[in-house]
């Protein structure tokens, strides 16, 4: 493994005399753990910040960044381990308790009223009795001082996301905090907010305030902070200076390299398109909402070609676009076995042959309060025949289905006929992919197949996708899992900010290569400077 | 010590059937004390109340009567609330469908013969429909909020009538009363017994014909899918705005069908007021039947109860009739409430350490 991760520089903690002062470190995590049932979310995590230092939480989705600073911020307690403030151990039972320590946190999703003025949201935080005349002095002042003009009397409902984002971090800094948490800030900013953003947190820093900063954006990271803490799979795998890495060599310690499985294509070359996406694009729906740019893939029969990519890049807007959740007004952009689908539902979809397994389960793939049996009828009633006869439904057919699919994926369940939500998570899965294959679509889409799946199930569900896609059938899989890819894919594709990388064969990609196109390598449209700098880097 | 609600991890089936009950038990306490305020002996009041309707046999037949709007109308409501949309206006489209029926005997005093009568109730219905068919579309095509359109239409409905019975549809031989032409012979309900009429029978098949569509069909699926994961829904292929049209058509024409009926058998013609709010009781029967039809007809049978138990209060107790009313809202109050256990339950816990920072050493 080149471009060494310096993991052996953590140092072991006990070194240190507690009454040495002044502390080192202004916040430490020793060997934090937090099981969730059988799920280990972070696994000795441990975590050292310096005063003044912005210093970068990287991981993949799933590693356990948002469970490590939940525990930091006081919302949910480590099952073991400890944290220490200034060197003194604390127990942070709730984010009061943070706030009163001096930490501070702005939440990737805003929680403003958008009626009240910017002066009545920060009102509403503070603690005790406040004078609007002089908050708003102060507003004014702060805003003023690191850059992030604000004015105190508008209305939150009339501004952009980024002016919303400053009143959080004004909000934040009115309390004066010594370590300021972000989680993802700059996914949801322009490229110029964001550079606006990263002067306010390098003056934040000069003065002496810390800044955990979390980010799945490299360049970012190369860019802004002084050190880095990468988790995989709730693990520390390596402690690292982000300014002399490579956000090649950033992507590879975040995504592991090491697991690596490359399997030979053995899918027959130049079969018959079954699936084309022409140039699809469409706008964003909302402030949380990505727009995806002039799309372009075929999948050929007998293919599996997988989507890698960090979440939030535009994934979910891409899977409802081609399942027809979200119809698109150019009927080429999306062509289903030589029909031209683009402006068609998901049921039309369905019966050109196409099925699909959303990445949620329950609410979305299933209704949890539903038996397996009424499941099956969710997205099967257009395309069975007899499953309803003249508007009526087949209970006993669609408990046939139920039961021929829960043998064949091998799903566990306690009752014949459970309600889903009952299910676990693997299992649940199990079925909600088995309904799909269980009609022999010709073109499957399945977004993160295995996500929050144990390993047996995962290895079962890579297995059926594989296995349909010799016998002929188009399957497309939207999965952030590289392992994944690499096991399953015959031609990978990555998308980032909307905009989707020609399809490489799986054979000619490395890590690094996928990792570059993951920071935006192939992206066309103007994206930050520091996302363009990342093919040169 | 610290009572705290828990959340379940599945929804409770013996607390589906007991809230109701306890629901009832609660309102006749909290009735008991009311009674013990005004003076009165509780207990003899509730047996006035509550058991004194059940007695004799006219006032079965009166029970039937005043349940069968309450039924009608409250297995529309359940089918929209199940379907997450929230028809509060089933008044308004009660009232409508007794204008739009009452056309034929208004216009037309003389048409006396068989097609009249399904001509009324067809028109009936319709005029539930189109006036449910108003907030449907506000909602789908503006995204306005059904409950404020669709209450509001209420009072458009009650003054329209209003109107009506006072000027253009006034029975000119009627003294000039507010009230329209008498309906008679073929433009009335034919009647089983003294007073249990063809309402009845129709309020009975309605229940019974939902509880199959919502079972059995497609549609009842549709409805439930859509109702308690609309991303599930869309997933499927099922349209929103569809489900709320069906349902504001549904429930509008069984309110319609109910005002007709209620006009052409108890009140036997337009007048201003043709109701005592049952198209806002039936949101309470459609809550304490747990949205299922068949529970609707028992929730139904126990409001129409509270109706007769307020007569009987005035008559023999001599307090006002509006104790059914308060009756009605303490019920729906604890229904909501106790609907609470059924996906919760309560828990006595020791109280938790004050939260705080403690530092070691």
């Known amino acids: 493994m080149a471009g060494s991760a310096k993991g052996s520089e953590m140092p072991s903690g006990s070194k240190k005399s507690k009454k040495q002062a002044p502390p080192k470190y202004l916040l430490e995590a020793i060997n934090i753990d937090k099981n969730f049932g059988d799920l280990k979310a972070n696994d000795q995590v441990s975590l050292r910040i310096e005063p003044g230092e912005i210093h970068a939480l990287l991981g993949e989705n799933g590693a356990g960044k948002s469970t490590l600073v939940k525990i930091i911020y006081g919302s949910l307690q480590p099952t073991s381990g400890e944290i220490r403030w200034m060197g003194r151990p604390v127990s942070i039972s709730n984010p009061a308790v943070a706030r009163k320590l001096g930490i501070g946190m702005v939440f990737q999703h805003f929680s403003l009223f958008e009626a009240l003025t910017v002066a009545e ?16 002095q102060t507003i004014g002042r702060v805003s003023k001082t690191y850059g992030l003009p604000l004015n105190p009397d508008a209305t939150v409902g009339d501004l952009s996301v980024g002016e919303r984002q400053r009143i959080e971090i004004v909000r934040c800094l009115l309390q004066q905090p010594k370590l300021l948490i972000m989680d993802e800030p700059t996914a949801v900013l322009t490229p110029q907010e964001a550079d606006q953003l990263f002067l306010t947190l390098r003056r934040l820093a000069k003065e002496g305030c810390a800044i ?8 970012e990271v190369k860019d802004l902070c002084h050190r880095a803490t990468i988790l995989r799979h709730g693990k ?67 293919e599996l070609v997988a989507i890698a990519g960090v979440a939030g890049n535009g994934q979910a807007e891409l899977f409802d676009a081609l399942s027809g959740e979200r119809t698109n007004p150019r009927s080429d952009a999306i062509v289903i076995n030589g029909t031209k689908a683009g402006h068609l539902g998901v049921g039309a979809r369905r019966k050109l042959g196409a099925a699909f397994v959303p990445e949620e389960r329950l609410g979305h793939g299933a209704v949890a309060n539903f038996v397996l049996s009424e499941n099956v009828v969710l997205t099967r009633h257009n395309v069975e025949a007899g499953l309803i006869r003249s508007g009526l439904l087949d209970l006993t057919k669609a408990a046939d289905v139920s039961a021929r699919v829960s043998k064949d994926f091998d799903v566990r369940k306690p009752r014949p006929d459970p309600e889903a939500r009952s299910l676990s998570g693997g299992n649940l899965q199990k079925f909600v992919v088995g309904r799909e294959m ?27 996708l594989v296995d349909l896609a010799r016998q002929g059938s188009a399957v497309l899989v ?60 | 010590m610290q009572l705290v609600l828990e959340r379940r991890p599945e929804r409770s089936k013996s607390m589906l059937l007991l809230s109701p009950l306890l629901a009832l ?98 028109f009936g219905m319709l005029g539930g429909m189109l006036y449910g068919f108003i907030p449907a579309f506000l909602k789908n095509r503006f995204g306005a909020n059904e409950i404020l359109t669709s209450l509001m239409l209420v009072y458009v409905a009650g003054l329209s009538l209003d109107w009506l019975v006072r000027g253009p549809w006034r029975d000119p031989h009627g003294y000039n ?64 705005d569809r489900i709320v049209l069906f349902c504001f058509l549904l429930s509008g024409g069984l309110a319609g069908l109910a005002g007709i009926c209620e006009v052409a058998s108890t009140v036997g013609q337009l007048q201003p007021s043709i109701s005592p709010g049952y198209g806002f009781t039936a949101i309470i ?38 104790i059914a009313k308060v009756f009605q809202g303490i019920l729906l109050f604890f229904i909501l409430a106790c609907d609470t256990f059924i996906l919760y339950r309560l828990r006595l816990l020791p109280r938790r350490p004050a939260a705080e920072l403690q530092p070691a050493e």
């Open chain 2, 25 to 122: 038990l609660l309102t006749a306490l909290v009735g008991g004390l009311i009674f013990l305020f005004r003076g009165l002996n509780p207990l003899a009041a509730l047996y006035i109340y509550f058991v004194e309707p059940l007695t004799t046999l006219w006032s079965i037949e009166q029970l039937l009567v005043k349940a069968a709007p309450l039924i009608l109308i409250g297995v529309g409501l359940s089918i929209c609330y199940i379907a997450n949309v929230w028809n509060i206006g089933a008044e308004g489209q009660f009232t409508a469908g007794a204008i739009f029926g009452g056309m034929w005997p208004v216009f037309f005093p003389e048409f006396q013969s068989f097609p009249v009568l399904p001509l009324m109730l067809l």
């Open chain 1, 121 to 136: 949201n920060i009102a509403l935080a503070m603690p005790g009795d406040f004078d609007m005349q002089k908050l708003s």
């Open chain 1, 212 to 219: 955990l900063y979390i980010s799945h954006r490299l360049q």
């Open chain 2, 285 to 322: 029967v459609a809550f304490l039947g747990r949205l299922n039809p068949l529970g609707v007809i028992f929730a139904g049978l126990i409001l129409a109860l509270s109706y007769m138990g307020g007569e009987a209060a005035q008559v023999t107790l001599g307090i006002s009739d509006k």
């Open chain 1, 236 to 302: 520390v795998v390596a402690e690292a200076d982000p300014r002399t890495e490579t956000a090649a060599s950033l992507a590879r310690m975040m995504v592991g390299a090491d697991i690596k499985v490359v399997r030979p294509a053995k899918a027959r070359a130049g079969g018959k398109v079954k699936l084309a996406i022409n140039r699809l694009g469409q706008p964003a729906l909302g402030p949380f909402s990505v727009a995806l740019h002039d799309i372009f893939l075929e999948v050929h029969e007998g």
């Open chain 1, 438 to 464: 269980d009609r022999r679509p010709s073109i499957l889409l399945v977004n993160q197949p295995t996500w929050g799946v144990d390993a047996g199930a995962s290895a079962l569900i890579r297995q059926a």
């Open chain 2, 177 to 240: 009363f507010p009230k329209s032409v008498t309906f008679e012979g073929w433009q009335i309900l034919p009647t089983m017994g003294t007073t249990v009429h063809l309402g009845v029978v129709i309020a009975v098949a309605a229940a019974l014909g939902l509880a199959f569509l919502l079972d059995r069909t497609i549609k009842g699926f549709e409805i439930r899918v859509l109702g308690s994961s609309p991303r599930a829904g869309s997933f499927a292929g099922f349209s929103r």
């Open chain 1, 478 to 537: 939207i999965s952030q899992d590289l392992d994944e890819i690499f096991e399953i894919a015959d031609r990978i594709a990555v998308l980032s900010r909307g905009e989707l990388s020609p399809a490489y064969p799986a054979s000619e990609l490395t890590y690094e290569a996928v990792g570059l196109l993951m920071a935006g390598a192939h992206e066309k449209t103007k994206s930050s400077k520091g996302e363009r700098h990342a093919i040169s880097a």
